[in-house]
Structure formats: C-alpha cells, structure tokens
C-alpha cells in the first residue's frame, strides 16, 4: 500500500494511501501527542485516535437544509470522514454551523449537512466566521461539526482556525482541532470516528 507523507510548517502530517488521496488524515503531531499517523506490521495505516469532542454551544438547530452552500462561498471547508484506519466511511451524515463573518448567529443562514462520497469526503462553500463576544472575552473563530456514521460514536465538534488571536485563551480551544489551510481560502480538516 503506497504511503506519501508530506509535513508543513505548522506540523500538520498528511498521508495519502492508494485510491484514497489525500482524504486519509489531518494529523497532528504536539508534545506528548500519540496522532501522528503510523503503520502497523502488516502495513496497516492507523490515522491515530478519534478526533476530539467539543461543546455544541447554544446555537445547533436540527434539520439544517442538506446543502453543500452555507454561505456566501468565500471560504471552502473540506475533508474526509474515515475510520482508525484510514478506511473512508461513505455516507457519513456531516453537519456544521457557524456564526457569519461579524460573529452573529442567524436562525436560517450559516447552517447545513451533507451526506460523505463514496470516499468519504465532504465540502462545504462558506466564509469564514467571525469572533464574538462571550462574556469577558471574545471565541477564537471557528465551525461546529457534527458527524456521523453507523457503527460509529456520533461526534460533536468544533473547528478552529490557524494564528486566531483568541485561541491561546479560549477555555474549549484545541491545536487538534486547527483546520488545515491549504491556501488562504481553502481549509481542511479529516474527521476520524469511533466504533461504538
């Protein structure tokens, strides 16, 4: 099984096995982390722990519309949803939420879901969202994820952005959970779930 491994400044480690192409994995390597993306003896790719779980926060409405278009598309939210294993998980229900660029939420905008492709992958057109204020101090930016699979723990989730200058303080933030920015409009971020 063919493995390509490509690091980036930030430390993020890509691995791309066979038909899968880039969709096995945002890992992440950090002190005393265990996530970076390994092979078993008998060459086995493990994409390393299920990704981390988050608050959903106040503002989840069920019954977003199943769209690929959240808002007004300068932004393009993509990734796979897989297994431990890299395997892809075709199906997999993915569904986010944000606030808009000045950091409110709205009832009826910034909400959708998608159904994963055959190779797991989803994408999403948006922009990015704004902070806001929360009690004395502002959230770093960032998308609420839901995902999941049959077989598979559902995940609750937020996503953060690279160099937000709230992410040190923020009582929920977590460099796991730093999206990729493969260019400054394109971001993203490969969900690995858990068997139930």
Not at 46 to 70: F, K, Q, R, V
Not at 116 to 142: I, M, W
Request: hydrophobic content about 35%; glycine content about 12%.
């Amino acid at each position: 099984m063919p493995t390509e491994l490509q690091f980036t400044r930030r430390g993020f480690l890509w691995v791309s096995v066979g038909a899968l192409a880039g969709a096995c994995g945002t890992r992440r390597e950090g002190a005393g982390s265990s996530d970076a993306t390994t092979a078993t003896h008998d060459g086995t790719v493990l994409c390393g722990p299920p990704t981390g779980a988050d608050i959903e926060g106040p503002y989840y409405l069920a019954g977003s519309l199943e769209t690929g278009t959240l808002g007004p598309g300068m932004l393009t939210l993509r990734g796979a949803v897989m297994d431990a294993r890299c395997q892809p998980l075709p199906g997999a229900m993915v569904d986010v939420w944000q606030a808009d660029e000045a950091g409110a939420y709205a009832d009826d905008h910034y909400r959708a879901k998608q159904r994963a492709g055959a190779d797991g992958g989803y994408q999403f057109q948006t922009t990015k969202p704004g902070n806001y204020l929360n009690g004395a101090q502002y959230r770093p930016a960032h998308i609420h994820l839901k995902a999941s699979a049959p077989g598979f723990r559902p995940l609750t989730t937020q996503l953060y952005f690279p160099e937000d200058p709230y992410n040190g303080i923020d009582p929920w933030f977590e460099a796991a959970r730093l999206v990729f920015m493969e260019s400054s409009s394109v971001a993203r971020f490969d969900v690995v779930l858990a068997p139930v």
